[in-house]
């Protein structure tokens, strides 16, 4: 990265601003009410997370940022980078705005690159689309950019093909081509998806590097809650299209006040359940064309109560710092000592140590089931 990037000031100001952003696609069945009343802001340096379960909205969000859905897309609301606004721009001044001042990773590495054309090649023409340059001066910014991912050999590697590229790889590239034009806005949707955990881990690694040399904001849009807890600075969590809660990363998983976010966080293994099945979600999403009436979760929240079911509530200010919930019941929710009860049931056949019950007979099957060891366990060790 040359020096000029390196000694750039780390501004304060909103990169990118987001405020009521709304989508609706039209269909026969009905509009399809993707996005409703979306807002954030982004600063330089920033990581801001956005989970939810699948259909819930963060990648229309995103999409709806860069330009790329499609022209029946209907979207009001305001997304400003820097002092322009980026809603209603004609396809023309967006091409300047992408990548060079807002760059997105997508979550298939395969998709995203040409098989016949040579890495090299096309990290090339991505920088020369917004830089006069020669071949020469883009083919060596193209190594640089491979270099800063951390792709070995990079001067031999630029002129191979992405099939010679293993997935953690091409994921790199991926990530080079979004970074080369030193972009303020970095959007990552899903971009450990398909990876094993240690690649995981170097490809968040790598975009943390690239926010500590570019000063570039990072949303990260995924439904790992481990890559959220890990990386992010706030975190949004989306359901039906909306935000439900919102806040600094931690303090929203130590102290979350929708129950949603309760259920997201119980449902991630823990070691302290050993022996004991994760406790999801019951139902379903609900369909964003027939929205139920009042809060979208309430179908399936074990705190609902009347006014949820009649009314949605705005986002609500918690009780610490810049903590938002969409909940009519948060405080109630932050009376509970142990929150994540809500979402307990019974389940036959689970025990609450298995290991134990190994040691006392160590011929028994580890990978019997619950049912079968609770059989076992009834009938005596030998029967």
């Known amino acids: 990265m040359s020096s000029a990037i390196q000694q750039r000031p780390v501004r304060t100001d909103a990169v990118l601003s987001v405020e009521n952003l709304s989508v609706t696609f039209p269909t026969d069945d009905g ?6 009343e979306v807002s954030y802001v982004l600063r330089p340096r920033e990581v801001l997370g956005i989970v939810g379960e699948s259909g819930s909205g963060k990648s229309v969000s995103s999409m709806a940022v860069m330009g790329l859905l499609p022209g029946s897309a209907k979207v009001t609301g305001s997304i400003r ?77 630029a002129s191979q093909y992405p099939h010679e590229f293993s997935g953690g790889m091409r994921q790199r590239v991926v990530i080079a081509m979004a970074i080369i034009n030193d972009p303020d806005v970095i959007i990552a949707d899903e971009p450990t998806t398909a990876l094993d955990v240690t690649v995981q881990a170097q490809i968040l690694e790598t975009l943390l590097t690239i926010r500590d040399e570019t000063d570039a904001g990072i949303i990260m849009i ?74 979208a979760f309430s179908p399936r929240c074990p705190l609902v109560v009347d006014q949820c079911r009649t009314a949605e509530p705005p986002l609500l200010a918690a009780e610490r710092g810049d903590h938002t919930t969409r909940c009519h019941r948060w405080q109630h929710l932050a009376g509970l000592r142990r929150p994540q009860s809500l979402f307990e049931h019974e389940e036959i056949g689970v025990i609450e140590n298995p290991a134990a019950l190994v040691e006392a007979d160590p011929d028994m099957p580890v990978a019997a089931d619950a049912h079968t060891v609770e059989l076992r366990v009834q009938e005596g060790p030998h029967s």
């Not at 509009?31 to 409703?36: K, L, P, Q, S, T």
């Not at 931690?250 to 004991?276: C, I, Q, W």
């Open 81 to 157: 980078y820097r002092d322009r606004e980026l809603v209603g721009l004609s396809y023309k001044d967006m091409m300047s705005v992408r990548n060079n001042g807002v760059a997105m990773i997508f979550q298939d590495p395969m998709t995203s690159l040409n098989p016949v054309y040579t890495i090299g090649w096309q990290l090339s023409e991505a920088y020369r689309a917004h830089h006069a340059v020669s071949k020469k001066a883009a083919w060596a910014k193209a190594i640089e950019a491979l270099e800063l991912v951390g792709i070995p050999q990079p001067d031999r590697r």
């Open 31 to 36: 509009n399809v009410r993707a996005v409703r």
């Open 222 to 295: 995924t439904h790992d809650l481990g890559v959220v807890a890990g990386m992010v600075d706030r975190v949004q969590v989306m359901y039906g299209g909306t935000v439900v809660e919102s806040g600094p990363v931690e303090e929203v998983f130590d102290h979350p006040r929708m129950p949603y976010t309760v259920g997201l966080l119980g449902s991630l293994p823990n070691p302290a359940s050993l022996g004991k099945r994760l406790t999801p979600i019951t139902g379903t999403p609900p369909s964003l064309i027939n929205l139920p009436t009042g809060c």
